[in-house]
């Protein structure tokens, strides 16, 4: 029986797109989706889907073992400002949901680990502009906290088990098939969804906020190429950086008024100001482009004309 791939949280705004394009590459039933709940219903009726508890051990342990699953993508996680609502669940989640894979794979029931990490890893003390790969690292989020600590248990499952586990700090991500949910990189996406509907977006974040952003189809590409990578060249087993473009509120907005010159934003910062003010602006991601020949493809012109193009015919 040939091998299969599962990924946990394909509902997801990555975990979606994922699904889809592992499928391409592995054909649509080697590839089993899963989630807590069938509300993508386009993504529930493309292939194998399972609904699946990232929590629960016993449920993922029988969903490997009885289809013969090799490779684990876990995509499911509360994110940066839904964190800060439920810190413990979050906790939970985040935390939990990794100890199962690694577990997994530490008891060779699976063999290969996706796992995303995030620049919410970052905090105040961390340098802003081009962040290194090694750095000061004090979160001040739950979000963040979880996936640092995520981050040397990765580690330690590769140094102490030899777990093959193989991580990416996703900046925020901007997609137009899934809307994004409880990150504080949200607005990226959300502005163009309105820029369309009502010419019109009030931002939860300041004009001059710049963050680390990247569109999903080189966040795909990343995740498929470091999966891909030979074992000897991933040297990093915490989770690599990864830089596409960075951009402020302002300047998506200039982009998006090329194509929609009656555009126009209005500024009113709440909670997820704070979270942003501790991130990077910029990230230097020299370790992933030299070891795995990481390189991003699109600026912030190019995707804002696939977002309005993409987001007009749907
Ligand atoms: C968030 O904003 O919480 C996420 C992230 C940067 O990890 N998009």
Known sequence: MTSKILIIGACGQI??????KLREIHGIDNVIASDINTRKLDLVNSGPFVILDAKNFNAIKDCCKNNNIKTVYLMAALLSATGEKYPMEAWDLNMNSLFHVLNLAKGKVIDHVFWPSSIAVFG??????????????????????????????????????????????YPGIISWKTLPGGGTTDYAVEIYHEALKHNKYECFLSE????????????????????????????????????????????????IQKHIPEFKITYKPDFRQNIAD??????????????????????LDAITKEMLTELKAK
């Open 15 to 20: 975990g979606s797109e994922l699904t889809y």
């Open 124 to 169: 105040p003390s961390t340098p802003k502009e081009n962040t290194p790969q090694y750095t000061a690292m004090e979160p001040t989020t739950v979000y963040g906290i979880t996936k640092q600590v995520g981050e040397r248990w990765c580690e330690y499952y590769h140094q102490k088990y030899d777990v093959d586990v193989r991580s990416i700090r």
């Open 208 to 255: 001059n906020t710049a963050l680390p952003m990247l569109f999903m189809d080189d966040a795909i590409k990343a995740t498929i190429d470091i999966m891909a990578a030979k074992a000897d060249t991933i040297k990093i087993r915490s989770s690599y950086n990864l830089s596409g473009i960075s951009f402020t509120p302002k300047e998506i907005t200039e982009s």
């Open 278 to 299: 501790s991130w990077p602006k910029s990230i230097n991601d020299n370790e992933a482009r030299e070891q795995w020949n990481w390189k991003h493809s699109f600026d």
